[in-house]
């Protein structure tokens, strides 16, 4: 089993290690370093490329040498190996936003004092931030989460945001103000934890016994979306599915750089009738009422696509 090295990604490895051995498969660990580890110094929106936390990972699972990886389903891009498919996407845990501050009295983003520093590395929350509060500074953040607060600790930043998730699996208890999540909406398939394996492979059978079908089915609407609109990493998009006694729940934006411009949709979609053709037509018609404009500006202003 392939995973990163950081403390995040062992214990998301742990925890699928663990799944599997009360089935009764062990499993060996093998740790790749990839180039979102490496060049720690760059924004993620700067590094060449798309998946740069699980392209080497890929490469190694490829070559033979590895028959399983554990990834944070939201680093997967939209466009993969035919010869690699997810073959367990496990019970998502919180997608929900949160914000730690220096402050530990701060309650609510509006009592964050004007033209706070606020770390992030997302180009979502970034232009979120922007929305809501135009008056901070928002400089970039990288590293593993416990750098991360070891960083906001020291001073650099008065608050920094942060997944939710990546609290709650390293047990780490802390005061933090969660982020209103309808002006917040979560990255695609933020929350949840998935294995890759080999199509076909020995492996691929033992992990699908991990699988969690309304995850599965809530991500999937997420990912299609966000595959129809396109622009990689350097857009500010977000979507968030919830499905419920038949239906999903979906919420949709695309929004500019400054924050300043977005569209957005808010839809029931019903889980019968081929959600993801839904889901399709949802990507569409973002892009047609201005998401096209608004991920053009991105790729543009990134050089990227």
């Known amino acids: 089993m392939g995973s990163r090295g950081s403390p995040l990604a062992l214990r998301q490895t742990e925890i699928v290690q663990g799944g599997l051995l009360s089935l009764g498969i062990e499993t060996e660990l093998i740790l790749v370093k990839t180039s979102g580890d490496v060049f720690l110094d760059k924004p993620l929106h700067q590094l060449t490329g798309f998946g740069v936390f699980v392209a080497e990972i ?32 496990l019970k998502r845990d919180s997608p929900y936003d949160i914000m730690l501050c220096r402050d530990r009295s701060v309650k609510r983003l509006e009592e964050l004092k004007e033209g706070a520093t606020v770390g992030t590395s997302s180009m979502r929350r970034t232009a979120q931030l922007r929305r809501a509060r135009p008056d901070l ?16 600790d020291e001073g650099s930043y008065d608050a920094i945001l942060l997944a939710k998730a990546g609290l709650e699996r390293m ?15 979560p990255s695609a398939n933020q929350g949840t934890i998935i294995v890759v394996a080999r199509k076909g492979s020995k492996a691929e059978c033992y992990s699908q016994l991990l699988d969690d079908a309304p995850t599965r089915t809530e991500t999937m609407i997420e990912r299609r979306i966000l595959e129809t609109v396109g622009g990689g990493c350097v857009v ?7 499905a419920a006694g038949g239906w ?46 608004l991920v053009d500006e991105a790729v543009k202003e990134f050089g990227v696509r």
């Open 171 to 185: 047990g780490l208890e802390e005061d933090y103000v969660r982020l209103d999540d309808e002006m917040f909406v």
């Open 58 to 89: 890929d490469e190694r699972m490829l070559k033979g040498e590895i028959d399983l990886a554990v990834h944070s389903m939201k680093d997967l891009p939209t466009k993969r190996p035919e010869e690699l498919v997810i073959s367990a996407v």
């Open 248 to 293: 999903a729940r979906v919420l949709a934006e695309v929004l500019s750089l400054d924050g300043k411009r977005f569209v957005r949709l808010d839809e029931k979609i019903s889980l019968q009738d081929d959600p993801l053709a839904r889901a399709d037509d949802m990507g569409q018609r973002l892009m047609n009422m201005g998401g096209r404009e």
């Open 236 to 242: 500010p998009m977000a979507v968030h599915a919830s």
């Open 137 to 152: 500074k928002i400089s970039n953040l990288r590293g593993n989460l416990q750098t991360r607060m070891r960083k906001l």
